[in-house]
Nanobody, 122 residues
Framework: VQLQAFGGGLVQPGGSLRLSCAASGFSLDYYDIAWFRQVPGKEGEGVSCIGSNGFTSYRDSVKGRFVVSRDVAKDTVYLQMNSLKPEDTAVYFC?????????????????WGQGTQVTVSS
């Protein structure tokens, strides 16, 4: 069972990126998925999550700018990030767990993938 986040890169402030989360060994369709980000020296934080039922949640700082979604046919979860700011710079991870209550506690998710670096800079 493996998760992989990809799609990061360098983008200017105000730009957009779309991150993808894919899995091998199981289907994401029946799992709750969360996106977290980590900056060296700082505590990681939950960014967005989507339940197996499609319910979504966002941290306040990204509301109106980030959108989490699923493509069931591709078995992929996306995080569309718009109007990016330098403070969005971090390594972004996706995490998964069986259907239940979604949220931004790391303890709620048993499966974690490799992260992808997002750098917002001019």
């Amino acid at each position: 069972v493996q998760l992989q986040a990809f799609g990061g890169g360098l983008v200017q402030p105000g730009g957009s990126l779309r991150l993808s989360c894919a899995a091998s060994g199981f289907s994401l369709d029946y799992y709750d998925i969360a996106w977290f980000r980590q900056v060296p020296g700082k505590e990681g934080e939950g960014v967005s999550c989507i339940g197996s039922n499609g319910f979504t949640s966002y941290r306040d700082s990204v509301k109106g700018r980030f959108v989490v979604s699923r493509d069931v046919a591709k078995d992929t979860v996306y995080l569309q990030m718009n109007s990016l700011k330098p403070e969005d710079t971090a390594v972004y991870f996706c995490a998964a767990d069986g259907p239940g209550e979604i949220g931004f506690s790391r303890a709620m998710y048993n499966y974690w993938g490799q992260g992808t670096q997002v750098t917002v800079s001019s």
